[in-house]
C-alpha cells in the first residue's frame, strides 16, 4: 500500500479514533460535529460521516480504506489521498487521534 501523509503521526498501520468531547448529529445525509471543548462546529459531509462512525472504535488507516473501497466505486489510489487529506484535518483540529501501537 502506498499511503503517504503530509502528517508524520499518521501512519497506515497505526490505529486512529475518535476523541471523546464531540457531539455528532446527522443532517439530511451529513455528519455535523460540535467540539465541546473548543466550541467550534464542523461539517463532516456525508463521507465523513462514514469514517467518523468507522472510527468509533481504533481502526488503521489501511482497514478504513479497505471499507470505503467496498461501499463507494473509487480507485485505491484516490481514496487514500482523499482519506488521508481528511485524516489531517481532522488530527490538526484534534478531533482524532493516534494509537502508540501498530496493528495491521
Known sequence: MSVVSTNQSLLPARPIQRETGNIASDMNGEKVLLNV???????????????????????????????????????????????????????????IFMHDEVRD
Open 37 to 95: 471543548n473548543k466550541g467550534k462546529y464542523f461539517n463532516l459531509g456525508e463521507i465523513g460521516g462514514v469514517i467518523w462512525e468507522l472510527l468509533e472504535q481504533p481502526m488503521s488507516i489501511r482497514s478504513i480504506v479497505d471499507q470505503l473501497l467496498s461501499i463507494y466505486a473509487v480507485e485505491r489510489a484516490t481514496c487514500e489521498q482523499q482519506l488521508l487529506a481528511f485524516l489531517d484535518q481532522l488530527l490538526d483540529e484534534g478531533l
